[in-house]
């Protein structure tokens, strides 16, 4: 037998979900892995996150199928005892105010149906039983049962130590280093940091290392803590999705900037609420406009809201692309060079999933997954693209 190839030194740049997932798959299959994160770990759309591990609100096709797989990927990692205690299974409900959006769900859940999804659909009686208090607006709803939810920094903390692997923070890359078409390490504040192997997972970020500016698209999102419900256990079963969350989910482009309602029931007795979407904003600034208008949508589906104080407002920045699906893959001309950014808010549910398929491609190997829809070629000859022409 021809001996083996030596594992790579791999260079992860990014401390989120998916930069912590590849350098846990690595280190697991034995390869060096040094982690370079410019502020710290899940500082950025990580650590902003409502900790949805759902199928319920994907788009149908490659989005849906990945979330499948990466769902059960979560509970493997927890059979592995790797997750333990960090990810548990929670019912989404979505749910619809117009006929327009009962038509929606009702075209989501024939899509997920398709997809082997359990599903269960609810009328309002159905969904009273379950959740009461709704607001009369709520017309009807969908059950997902078996979805999850994971805190995301808890699982990157988890992911670093079991792989035993120290980030270097506030360690900003700079440039990636090219020799004769191949990248061969990175140019950071520390200095010249050699690799085989260079992975970018650094979300938004990554846009000014790659030259992504017509590519990746940064969106706020603000979201809202309240005080507590209940002593020390969620309120109701799972998170509420409104339709139109839905529908900016399974957009083909970026959309307009909206309030989409998610109430999410939190194990602490708190609520989550959110979110904006607002693109092409970069600041992590709340304002009393926004959080007023997603504050009507939820005392408007959940009038028992009203007796919650607001407690804290923050908002994060997601990446996501022209045609909102995510980039995963080798670079089309660069070798050495993989990219994994433009989650748009799917990081939490398909990190795991997409670092263990990243951690293959760094050392030669094929994923498990079928990711061709995500390749960084589909964007190749973009004339504001330069890194990826």
């Given at each position: 037998m021809p001996p083996s190839r030596p594992l790579p030194h791999v260079v992860v740049i990014g401390a989120g979900i998916v930069g912590?997932?590849?350098?846990?798959?690595l280190a697991r299959a034995g390869a060096r892995v040094t982690v370079l994160e410019a502020d710290s770990p899940s500082a950025g759309a990580t650590g902003a996150s409502d900790g949805a591990v759902s199928v319920a609100s994907k788009r149908p096709g490659t989005m849906m199928r990945l979330a499948r797989e990466a769902r059960d990927?979560?509970?493997?990692?927890?059979?592995?005892g790797v997750l333990t205690d960090l990810f548990h299974t929670r019912p989404t409900y979505l749910f619809a105010r117009s006929a327009a959006e009962v038509a929606?769900?009702?075209?989501?859940?024939?899509?997920?149906?398709?997809?082997?999804?359990?599903?269960?659909?609810?009328?309002?009686?159905d969904l009273l039983q379950r959740i009461p208090g709704l607001g009369a607006s709520v017309l009807a709803g969908l059950k997902v049962p078996l979805d999850g939810h994971a805190i995301g920094y808890q699982v990157v903390n988890r992911l670093l130590s079991c792989a035993s692997v120290v980030p270097r923070h506030h360690t900003p890359v700079h440039r990636l280093v090219v020799l004769n078409g191949r990248v061969t390490g990175v140019e950071s504040s520390a200095g010249l940091i050699p690799?085989?192997?260079?992975?970018?997972?650094?979300?938004?970020?990554?846009?000014?290392?790659?030259?992504?500016?017509?590519?990746?698209i940064p969106r706020k999102g603000q979201l809202i803590i309240t005080d507590r419900a209940t002593a020390g256990f969620a309120a109701f079963p799972g998170p509420l999705m409104s339709a139109g969350y839905l529908a900016a989910k399974r957009a083909t482009s970026p959309g307009q900037n909206s309030v989409n309602l998610v109430i999410d029931p939190l194990r602490t007795g708190q609520f989550l609420i959110g979110s904006s979407r607002e693109a092409g904003l970069t600041d992590r600034q709340t304002d009393i406009r926004t959080v007023s208008a997603i504050l009507r949508e939820a005392l408007d589906v959940y009038p028992a809201l009203a007796r919650q104080r607001v407690i804290r407002t923050f908002a994060g920045i997601r990446a996501t692309t022209r045609d909102g699906l995510p980039i995963v893959g080798r670079h089309p001309t660069l070798d050495g060079l993989i990219i994994a950014t433009g989650m748009q808010g799917d990081g939490i549910c398909l990190g795991p999933l997409i670092g263990a398929a990243v951690a293959r491609l760094a050392c030669d190997r094929e994923p498990a997954q079928d990711l061709s829809a995500l390749s960084p070629r589909r964007f190749q000859g973009a004339t504001a693209c330069g890194a990826l022409s």
């Open positions: 912590a997932a590849t350098a846990f798959y990927l979560y509970a493997q990692l927890v059979s592995e929606l769900i009702d075209s989501q859940g024939r899509d997920l149906a398709s997809q082997g999804e359990l599903i269960l659909p609810l009328s309002r009686h690799a085989d192997v260079v992975v970018v997972a650094a979300g938004f970020e990554s846009s000014a290392l790659l030259g992504l500016d017509e590519v990746l």
